[in-house]
């Protein structure tokens, strides 16, 4: 299930990877322009700092629902060591991109959900 893609910042990063599953299902991509605002892990902490978070993005945007009514294509965020990450659910799982590598978790992990 691997993407084989490397993290990098600003191009490969969790946003993108959120960024693919909503564009599979919404002409118009309500965080697209964010996606342009950062190029390393210091402008991205900046630009969530500015914004709320990620899930206060997201919320803006798109229904929460619980993580375990979470559907394949929809989004949701990972809290962990102070840090959120996002990701996609499939095959009832929570897949995401961090700087480690892909993390494929149970869709139970996620701090929120958000339908698609």
């Not at 060591?81 to 978790?105: D, Q, S, T, W």
């Amino acid at each position: 299930m691997g993407t084989g893609i490397e993290f990098e910042w600003g191009r490969h990063d969790c946003a993108h990877h959120m960024a693919k599953a909503i564009r599979a299902r919404h002409a118009e991509h309500p965080i697209l322009h964010y996606l342009h605002e950062y190029e390393d892990e210091q402008s991205a902490k900046a630009l969530l700092k500015r914004i709320g978070g990620l899930c206060t993005l997201l919320a803006t945007h798109f229904e929460e629902i619980s993580p375990l009514s979470a559907r394949d294509g929809d989004i949701g965020v990972i809290s962990a060591k102070g840090l959120e990450a996002g990701c996609v659910v499939r095959n009832g799982r929570a897949v995401g991109l961090a700087p480690f590598g892909e993390f494929i978790l149970p869709v139970s992990r996620l701090t929120k959900a958000y339908r698609v």
